[in-house]
């Protein structure tokens, strides 16, 4: 971190800046320029409030020079982070696929389109059972029931099951879940990403609708300085100005947040794009771009699910979608699954 200084800065003032900082643990280097001085930090800076020091008299500016998340960060973890999932793992270079409906609807419904992913080659089963919706009149989901049936999908399957967690009340229901979802709209819920930080299981964290790739790093480092390095990132499409997407999917996201951490990497185009019929060129896209697993919204029948149907394909157009994307991954030379 560089502290720049105010030009005519008291000399007192910035000797008490030097001391307190010290104090912090860090070393502190004093350099006198030819209009400007400045005074660089050498050692761990991510506790150091920078409102704080901005608040100082004789502070100019600040810039950090180092990135403010530890744990997620490549730069002291440079192996890639391999996550155990029931009989898989995930981020060991192969493709994962989290296929299954926006909402656990019914018995019926899970078991039907559970059986049709697998049989297309989906390595893990998704379902809200807890749905955050923008309206408190639309269908919220089975809740308790809904995991249940998930557990009764994936005995059914053999597929781990994936579901969102909305309020940290509810952990105890997770407790034979698979990989615990934290939605785009709580990855800043801090209390709900320190719970999470003390469990065993790993967590699908998606992008919050208006984050930044720093954020979602951030979100992650909540996690994990609680104890449970078991993180995947999420990127699930931003909120821009196009209206005719849901958001935008960006993938960049994917090799960059690769770069900058060695947590995997997921890629949901259902919630990115909202329209069904742009899966599987995003999906396609995402693959060629390195993710480490899709998350892809399939329902039995599209046209009456009770959540965004119409982002969801449904098995026919899903197993077409497969086809291509073995295909691909074939090419580049990564395995689906294990
Ligand atoms: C979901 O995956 O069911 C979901 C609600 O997604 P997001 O949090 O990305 O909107
Ligand atoms: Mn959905």
Do not use: W
């Not at 390095?229 to 994917?254: K, P, Q, Y």
């Not at 982002?311 to 077409?320: D, G, M, R, S, W």
């Amino acid at each position: 971190m560089i502290i720049i200084l105010k030009n005519g800065a008291k000399a007192e003032s910035v000797r008490d800046l030097e001391e307190n900082l010290k104090a912090q643990g860090v070393s502190v280097n004093h350099i006198e320029g030819v209009n400007q001085n400045i005074i660089g930090l050498v050692g761990d800076t991510s506790a150091i409030d920078v409102e704080n020091l901005l608040a100082q008299d004789c502070v100019e500016n600040i810039r950090r020079v180092q990135e403010p998340y530890k744990k997620a960060n490549r730069k002291f973890h440079p192996d890639d982070t391999v996550i155990p999932v029931r009989n898989t793992v995930i981020g060991n270079g192969s493709l994962q696929i989290i296929a299954g409906p926006c909402s656990v609807e019914s018995e019926e419904q899970i078991i039907t389109t559970a059986i049709a992913c697998k049989e297309a080659g989906a390595t893990m089963l998704r379902g809200g059972a807890f749905k955050p919706r923008t309206s408190p009149y639309s269908f919220q989901g089975l809740g308790a029931e809904g995991i249940r049936l998930l557990i009764k999908a994936r005995a059914e399957t053999g597929l781990p099951i994936v579901t969102e967690i909305m309020d940290s009340a509810d952990i105890d229901l997770f407790a034979d879940v698979d990989v615990i979802q934290v939605g785009a709209r709580n990855m800043q819920n801090f209390r709900l990403l320190k719970m999470l930080g003390q469990c065993d299981k790993p967590i699908l964290l998606k992008r919050g609708l208006s984050s930044t790739m720093e954020e979602l790093l951030m979100s992650a480092e909540y996690i994990m300085a609680e104890g449970n390095m078991n993180v995947i990132l999420c990127e699930r499409g931003i909120r821009t100005f196009e209206t005719m997407t849901r958001n935008t999917l960006d993938i960049s996201a994917v090799p960059l947040l690769k770069q900058k951490s060695h947590l995997p990497v997921c890629v949901d185009p259902s919630h990115a794009t909202g329209l069904f019929s742009l899966i599987e060129p995003m999906s396609l896209a995402a693959v060629a771009a390195g993710t480490d697993a899709l998350e892809i919204e399939v329902h039995n029948d599209p046209k009456s699910a009770l959540s965004d149907g119409g982002q969801q394909l449904t098995p026919v157009k899903f197993a077409e979608m497969m086809e291509k994307v073995k295909g691909l991954a074939a090419y580049m030379g990564r395995t689906i699954g294990k």
